[in-house]
Nanobody, 115 residues
Framework: QAQIVESGGGLVQPGGSLRLSCVASGSILDFGVRGWYRQAPGKRREWVAVIYSGGNTAYVDSVKGRFTISRDDSKNMVYLQMNSLTPEDTAVYYC?????????WGQGTQVTVSS
């Protein structure tokens, strides 16, 4: 079975930074493409970033230049470095494969950007 555990969220002031981590196990390791997603209160879950097995990345326009996705396959880890955070980044952040599978969603990690 697939298992995903996200961590690293918390409360941060506008302009601050956080680094999210995602560790995966089980069948998710059969997929080489990883993505980060987020869901803000009252909004649909949206795609944020993707990293391919070869290291190529892509981002949603709203985070481009501020967020960086990376991976360490030796540790089955995916990261999301988030800089210059704004209140609009407040959401629960999830990792998954890309495109995502419904049975791979974890609990997510809460990111709150507030002064």
């Amino acid at each position: 079975q697939a298992q995903i555990v996200e961590s690293g969220g918390g409360l941060v002031q506008p302009g601050g930074s956080l680094r999210l981590s995602c560790v995966a196990s089980g069948s998710i390791l059969d997929f080489g493409v990883r993505g980060w997603y987020r869901q803000a209160p009252g909004k649909r879950r949206e795609w944020v970033a993707v990293i391919y097995s070869g290291g190529n990345t892509a981002y949603v326009d709203s985070v481009k230049g501020r967020f960086t996705i990376s991976r360490d396959d030796s540790k089955n880890m995916v990261y999301l470095q988030m800089n210059s955070l704004t209140p609009e980044d407040t959401a629960v952040y999830y990792c998954n494969i890309h495109p995502p599978r419904d049975d791979f969603w974890g609990q997510g990690t809460q990111v709150t950007v507030s002064s």
